[in-house]
């Protein structure tokens, strides 16, 4: 064990998520053969974080304005809303560039072992967007796309925005689930195989 | 790729070792998610560091004073120096709670292809010390264990500094090499089972 300054550096970093007792004092020792204005940027780095980003108004995206950057974006297609539980699966879905639409972030799924209900998520903020347009000119949304992750808890929620919006006409969508492109038939499980078959897609038309 | 703070906080923390653009990403939105107090330990916890750790002007283990607290122990035994590589080394070796001398940083070891030559390493400050005791009234150097690590570069630094000091009387010792306590035989690789041999021990006495 370390003592002083040091020991506190490396118990702050244990606490962060995926980095080990190991990695932690690793990173401090690094930090500390860095030089002053390296290190200075990450500690500010920080603290502008804490201080300046926040939630959008609209999607609750992480933001440094009142509206995020795709919501304040009028080129995007005001009329299909990507729900996702995360702001990091925005960037993921944005690296297809196959979406040109606006994002919802629950900020989680509904897990009752975790005591996450749907009140617990901004699922009446998503109502609200769905009858309020930011743009009354705009086309009304007309699909959403349910991106929550394929196990329980994002299936649940799945089927809860389903049968939430359902009757208001609006079409609600579900990522398909299937083989990953570049994977191996052998080695899918059976849940994910399955899936695949069931959502097998016609070669012939 | 996310923009504006977050983005900035992201990259710095991919900078450091051990931490890949994911989990940078997770350990950013972990910190967004904390209260703000805990987020400024941790950034206040790297400033310290860099205003106050420096290294002991005498061993070289970091230090937040001139000496480090093995170097002002004076119940520490002052005959034995063990030399490291690196001060996270010396935490490793307190952890056997075997060892009650002193220590040496060398802040790295010889290696030729990355232009590392003994000048850059504190070995200098290494032989002043044998020859100038910090209490003169202590008993004087008589064995230097180099524990440098068990590969090309640390063995080149061990018969180095051997050469060096032998011919002073000063014993310089190594640590053993062998298969590792709770280890399979079976899985050694062939150059730890030829040291272990080479270093096998007499039962019989």
């Not at 002083?4 to 118990?11: F, N, R, T």
């Not at 049968?163 to 083989?179: E, N």
């Amino acid at each position: 064990m370390f003592t002083g300054p040091i020991q506190d550096l490396i118990e702050e970093f244990s606490k962060l998520p995926g980095i080990g007792p190991k990695s932690a004092q690793r990173v401090a020792f690094h930090l500390l053969k860095l030089p002053a204005e390296d290190a200075r940027r990450l500690s500010d780095a920080i603290q502008v974080v804490k201080d300046k980003v926040r939630l959008c108004e609209r999607c609750f995206n992480v933001s440094d304005q009142d509206l995020c950057g795709y919501c304040s974006d009028a080129r995007r297609d005001q009329s299909v809303i990507c729900v996702v539980q995360e702001p990091p699966d925005i960037v993921a879905l944005e690296r297809t560039r196959e979406y040109r639409g606006l994002y919802h972030v629950l900020q989680g799924a509904i897990s009752p072992i975790e005591g996450v209900t749907p009140e617990h998520l901004r699922i009446r903020e998503l109502l609200f967007r769905l009858q309020t347009p930011l743009d009354p000119e705009a086309p009304p949304v007309s699909e959403v796309i349910v991106a929550t992750n394929p196990n329980t808890e994002g299936e649940a929620t799945a089927m809860y925005l389903a049968r939430l919006i359902g009757p208001s006409g609006i079409r609600v969508s579900r990522l398909a689930s299937g083989l990953p492109v570049g994977g191996d038939l052998e080695y899918a499980d059976e849940v994910t195989l399955g899936r695949a078959l069931e959502g097998r897609r016609s070669l012939t038309g």
